[in-house]
């Protein structure tokens, strides 16, 4: 929910949006990621799964009760 709520207020503060944020920001990756110094963020960026707030939620929900149920049975 942070996330959403700071992207949307980064919309409104400079009239970009996501994809032209991402768009901008992509060359600049390129070339940092072209030095072979960041290679584990350079995977993350590139093959992870970018999911929407909904899927995200739910993902982060599921690992905290995870958590809570393994405490408790430990």
């Not at 980064?10 to 996501?18: I, N, Q, V, W």
């Amino acid at each position: 929910m942070r996330r959403e709520v700071a992207e949307r207020r980064a919309e409104r503060a400079t009239g970009t949006d996501e994809k032209r944020w991402q768009a901008s920001l992509g060359p600049y990756l390129e070339r940092t990621f072209a030095t072979g110094r960041f290679p584990a963020l350079a995977t993350m960026v590139r093959d992870a799964a970018h999911l929407d707030a909904d899927p995200t939620f739910r993902i982060g929900l599921d690992f905290r009760l995870d958590g809570i149920e393994a405490r408790l049975a430990g």
